[in-house]
């Protein structure tokens, strides 16, 4: 699965932050419910419109954001 296809960027909608498939959820939303100890199981309950590609889309954009900060420093 490549992120790339389910992250989308646009500059009107959620202040340019990566969003699901071009929805108003964002990658930091999904990264926050599991961080907060919610399961993915428990985050596609609430979202049904989020799939198990949606979270792990969003895992692999933020592990690649952070590997690009690491380069740059």
Known sequence: MDYREI?????????????????????YDILGYLASGMTNEEILQDFPELTLDDIKASLAYAADAEKKVKLSV
């Open 7 to 27: 992250i989308t960027i646009e500059p009107g909608k959620r202040g340019g932050k990566p969003c699901i498939r071009g929805m108003r959820i964002t990658v």
